[in-house]
């Protein structure tokens, strides 16, 4: 059948012929390629220009096959039977499944009538798919559910259509099958995505009011503004007002994607496009914001979103001093596009000049070193992540906690706030026990458990965010033979029995060591890094203490025996200027030594002390 596309260039569709929708999943169930498919069908990609995971623009994306932003395109689609003639314009948006970018999807949702939630026919529900389907449910969203991967040898449709059914609540054949591979049952998909999700509505008379629900900065365009709107209509060169802080600014492009984008007339009632208007920072066209007419614009918005918050704050580095302007001008710039990236800085003793950064989540820290190091050539050293704590005194004042060498040292503490989680893991029923005995370890309380069919259980545990954001993840995989797949969200704070353990060398305290732990761990961590350093530094001419302190008091102690390295010991006989060449070179190395008091402490040290430390790598594919 050949497509007619008319309506995929033209804008101001009747919202009746309009269909917004995302596609929400675990991670590598296969949105990205389902979307891929549906650009290919609807013909928006000619077959020849076709990559794969289209969508995922970004190197990073590619690389890890994972979506970091979301996305959207129109796509013109005219139903396979019956009711020939109607072309009908779909906005698909796409979203990406990881935990740390919840945020993200639900932002997409916001702009959407209808989900697809698509869970993959050989794996079945996994936490993320519950995560986003109460999300998507939580803002009234239709639900398409579809089974993909159908062509595996390993599919088990039947089963796996009962398990999504019953928490649907609609019968196993209203699950779609598909093969986002080969495309089987993506065009009836489509159809559906037509009869089952409901027209947008809104206004077409009312006052101008488009939500944002996500922008972009380019290099060369400025900030792309994502925009849907509900009611009247946005057009070119007309001048637009942002609600929540009043600029106006004058609109230099209406457009759609599809899927590159196209300029456009302007965008009416349901339309999903983008706008241009030459602001330089993303965080002038704020996410979740209401765009209106400047004159006899809206009065009321658009209801928004929450603002993230950084949750994990680490320590960035670079490995050399000299290149921290640089380091401070790749945080610049990528803050044009991440308003969730927080930095400030801040120095250390041991590691020079560097930022404090706020993060969402481990894989967005990851991810935001990923780039920094990749995009802007930096090589750096990142200390190892930590929650928010609320400190309370004995006095009544409060500290906010980012970073361990804000912890109060004078007073008397209280009590200690830490960030929880309600964590929600889904695995198959023969590692509940491995599961349970795990998230006590990690202070967890168990919530509650279900079965999803015979053999496959969902476990909810409440469990300290600190707990989580180190191993937690790997353990748990470990544990489960990689079956297990988690999701967590914030579960507001709790009071705990937390302490600063300082690592000191020769009585000096080295800030990029200190953590703050449960008290039950404080001994074993003290251990450990004691332990670790003293491998690392080498002999001094004195003897040098390792020691692991609470406050004033000793945990442990690792001891380095003095030892006078006599560079000239194999120079043997009277050559006098091989001797000062050994000499010279003694002191070039010495260059490369931080001093911590009398002691000196290679760079290489530090770094090996904190990348030997679980800083979670690894952790964007370990959610399966
Ligand atoms: N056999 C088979 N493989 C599929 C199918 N759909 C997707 N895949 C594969 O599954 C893997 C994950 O697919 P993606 O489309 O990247 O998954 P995703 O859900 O977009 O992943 P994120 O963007 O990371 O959330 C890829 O290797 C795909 O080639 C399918 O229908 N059949």
């Known amino acids: 059948m050949t497509q007619t596309r008319p309506s995929a260039d033209t804008t101001f569709t009747p919202p009746e012929f309009i269909r917004n929708f995302c596609i929400i999943a675990h991670i590598d169930h296969g949105k990205s390629t389902l979307a891929d498919r549906m650009l290919q069908l609807t013909g928006v990609v000619e077959e020849r220009a076709m990559r794969a995971q289209y969508l995922d623009r970004m190197d990073i994306e590619r690389e890890r096959g994972i979506t970091i932003k979301a996305q959207n395109v129109r796509l013109p689609w005219r139903l396979t039977d019956g009711d020939e003639g109607t072309d009908y314009v779909l906005h698909l948006i796409d979203t990406p499944g990881h935990v740390d970018f919840t945020y993200e999807v639900s932002r997409a949702l916001e702009a959407c009538e209808g989900a697809i939630l698509l869970v993959d026919a050989a794996q079945g529900i996994e936490a993320q798919t519950l995560a986003n389907l109460y999300l998507a449910l939580d803002k ?109 600014h004058e609109l230099l492009e209406v457009g759609i994607i599809s899927p590159e984008p196209k300029p456009a007339k302007g965008l009416g009632v349901g339309e999903v496009g983008y706008l241009i208007t030459g602001v330089k920072d993303v965080r002038q066209s704020k996410v979740g914001d209401t765009v209106t007419a400047e004159r006899n614009g809206a009065t009321q918005p658009l209801a928004g979103y929450r603002e993230p918050q950084p949750m994990v704050f680490s320590g960035l580095y670079p490995v050399d001093g000299s290149d921290y302007p640089v380091l401070r001008d790749a945080l610049d710039k990528l803050r044009l596009n991440d308003a969730a990236l927080s930095y400030e800085p801040e120095t250390s003793v041991a590691l020079g000049f560097g930022f404090r950064c706020g993060f969402l989540g481990l894989l967005h820290l990851e991810i935001t070193r990923d780039r920094l190091e990749r995009e802007f050539g930096l090589d750096l050293i990142s200390t190892a992540p930590n929650v928010v704590y609320d400190v309370y005194m004995e006095d009544g004042t409060e500290h906010v906690v980012t970073n361990p060498s804000d912890w109060p040292t004078g007073g008397k503490i209280a009590e200690v706030h830490e960030p929880v989680s309600k964590v929600t893991i889904i695995a198959p029923s023969e590692f509940i026990g491995a599961i349970m005995e795990l998230c006590q370890s990690k202070r967890g309380q168990l919530l509650g458990m279900d079965y999803l069919s015979e053999d496959r259980v969902e476990l909810r545990y409440q469990l300290p965010l600190a707990e989580i954001i180190f191993d937690f993840f790997d353990s748990l995989k470990s544990r489960t033979r990689g079956y297990a797949s988690l999701d967590y969200e914030e579960a507001g704070e709790q009071a705990a029995d937390l302490v600063k353990v300082d690592i000191l060398l020769q009585g000096e305290p080295v800030d990029a060591f200190s953590a703050i732990v449960h008290k039950d761990a404080a001994y074993a961590y003290g251990n450990k890094m004691a332990t670790r350093l003293r491998e690392l530094i080498p002999r001094q001419q004195f003897e040098v203490p390792i020691q692991a302190a609470i406050g004033s008091r000793i945990i442990a102690r690792e001891t380095i025996r003095a030892i006078r390295k006599d560079v000239l010991a194999k120079c043997y006989g009277g050559d006098i200027s091989r001797k000062r060449k050994l000499l010279e070179k003694q002191k070039e190395g010495k260059k490369r030594m931080k001093t911590v008091g009398r002691v000196e402490v290679p760079q290489e040290a530090f770094v090996a002390a904190l990348s030997t430390q679980d800083t979670g790598s690894d952790k964007g594919k370990g959610k399966k």
């Open 140 to 248: 009234d969203l239709h639900i398409i559910p579809v089974l993909n991967k159908i062509d595996l040898p390993a599919a088990e449709p039947d089963k796996y259509a009962a398990e999504l059914a019953n928490i649907i609540g609609c019968e196993p054949s209203d699950v779609l099958r598909v093969s986002a591979k080969t495309g089987q049952g993506v065009r009836e998909l489509l159809d559906e995505v037509v009869r089952q999700v409901p027209p947008p509505e809104g206004d077409a008379d009312a006052p101008a009011r488009a939500l944002i629900f996500d922008s972009v900065y380019d290099t060369y365009r400025g900030v792309v503004t994502y925009i849907r709107v509900v009611d009247g209509k946005i057009t070119p060169r007309e001048k637009i007002r942002m609600m929540s802080t009043n600029a106006t």
